[in-house]
Structure formats: C-alpha cells, structure tokens
C-alpha cells in the first residue's frame, strides 16, 4: 500500500504517525492507496490516478472537514481494516466542451459537470439526451449532471435527488432556473448521453466544470457516463458509502 497526504497540517501530522507505525511503497509501485484529508483531497486523489492511468482501490481516512468519501481517523489497525473493507465502483463521468473559438476539451468528473453563468447574465441554455432536444430554452444561473456519488455534494444543495450508487442513474438539476419555472430537473438512464447547447455564448457565457477543472466560454458540452475508468473507493464495513447515501435521505 502507498500513502497520500493533503497539505493540511492536520493530514500532514497522520501521515507522519502511519508511516512510523506501517510499511508503505512509493506510489508507482502500489496495489492500494491509503489517503488522507478531506472529500476535495480524494477527489484529486482519484482524478491523479486517471491521469496517470494507473487506477487502484483507495482507502481514505478524513483529515479534512466534511470527509462523506472517507472513513473514520484511526492510527490502529489498519492492516485489518483494509481486509475487511468493503470495495464499491464507481464510475466517473466523461465531459466534453467545445469553447466557441472551436477548441475540445474533455475532462472526467466523480462528482458532478456544472454549466455555470459567467455575469450577471442569465444563462440559455439547450438540453437534448441522446440527440433528442428535450428542453429548448433553460433560462437559469446553471445546470449539472451529478453521478450518484456526488449526488449528495452540489447537487443536493441545488435540491436535486439523492441517488443510490446502485440505481445506474444520473441526475440532471437546474441551478436557480427561470424559465420553465415549473422544471426541477431529471433523473436519466446512465447509458444515455446528455448535451447542452449554450444559445447565446458571447453575449450570456458560460463555464464547465468537471469537479474542480473549468472550461470557459464554452457553446457545447456532452456528459455521459464511462464505465471504461471505474474507481474503487474502500470502506470500513459499518460506515460504507451506499449506507451514507442512503442516510442523507433523511438528515435533517
């Protein structure tokens, strides 16, 4: 196993008290991943793994604040807990944005993919799934597409559902919307492709963002899901995250 630390003196002080305590190897070199921090650390912790394409289970341990994709701080036992975790896929979401001066960038996201307006202008925006044009006009400050994983960070705050990690669902979710005032997102078969045309990119722009890398000025953007790059997230038995998931159906 290898070790991960944020830069928070917090995650900084248990890496040094796990590597006095346990055998690591260096990164390049590991069949499992112990990091440490908080929710914003694993999620650069898995998108460092897709990038070097090198993909392993990660056990995190919450040094961080929120910590809901990471287990409980323990310096003992954790040969033990590590073989009686429970393992869970999850699949990332793959985006792709054409800005308007015509350039493509894709970018993968565990969380969610965000359209967010850039002024103070409302953003236009065209929904369509599998090519079909659903929505003809969106008027809103934004629109994401969130995995179930991250169906309980930003877009439970924009009131969108809270998803099982086994329901094979995306959920799509307006941010502020104006028009159709009545519209309150969607839930979609996760084999299905979501594209968004931005009517007006220069005069109302928008962004993408993939987790925490943003496009800008974009006027084209496709979310679906790749099953190709799944991640395996590791938890201790008791607090696993479908559990978790499931809960935040009824936190108060």
């Known amino acids: 196993m290898a070790l991960v630390a944020s830069g928070a003196e917090a995650a900084q002080a ?26 914003g650390y694993m999620l650069h912790t898995l998108h460092e793994m897709l990038a070097r394409q090198r993909v392993c289970p990660v056990f995190g341990m919450n040094r961080g604040t929120v910590g809901f994709l990471m287990n409980d701080w323990r310096l003992d036992g954790l040969v033990e807990r590590l073989a ?18 015509g350039e493509e960038v894709r970018h993968n ?18 929904v369509s799934v599998n090519g079909r044009v659903v929505l003809p006009e969106l008027i809103c400050d934004g629109v994401l597409v969130a995995s179930p994983a991250g169906s309980t960070a930003y877009n439970l705050s924009a009131w969108g559902p809270i998803l099982p990690l086994s329901s094979r669902l995306v959920a799509l979710t307006p941010i502020s919307p104006f028009r159709p005032r009545r519209w ?19 005069k109302r722009p928008v962004s993408a963002v993939a ?4 496009v800008r ?26 559990e978790r998931i499931a809960m935040e159906q009824f936190a108060v």
């Not at 070199?29 to 929710?39: C, H, P, S």
């Not at 987790?211 to 943003?214: L, P, T």
Request: aromatic share 6%; net charge negative; glycine share 4%.
């Open 184 to 202: 309150r997102g969607a839930l979609i078969p996760d084999e299905l492709k979501i594209g968004f045309r931005v009517l007006d990119p220069v």
């Open 14 to 39: 248990a890496e040094g008290l796990l590597r006095a305590r346990y055998p690591f190897v260096p990164l390049e070199e590991a069949e499992m991943i112990v990091a440490l921090g908080g929710d």
């Open 109 to 126: 996201a565990i969380n969610e993919v965000s359209l967010l307006r850039e002024t103070r202008q409302t953003a236009w925006i065209e």
């Open 211 to 214: 987790d925490q890398r943003e």
């Open 84 to 101: 009686h975790a429970r393992a869970f896929s999850v699949a990332p979401l793959a985006m792709t944005a054409t800005t308007v001066t």
């Open 217 to 242: 000025d974009v006027s084209e953007i496709e979310v679906c899901v790749d099953r190709s790059e799944a991640l395996t997230l590791l938890f201790d038995p008791e607090h696993a995250l479908d």
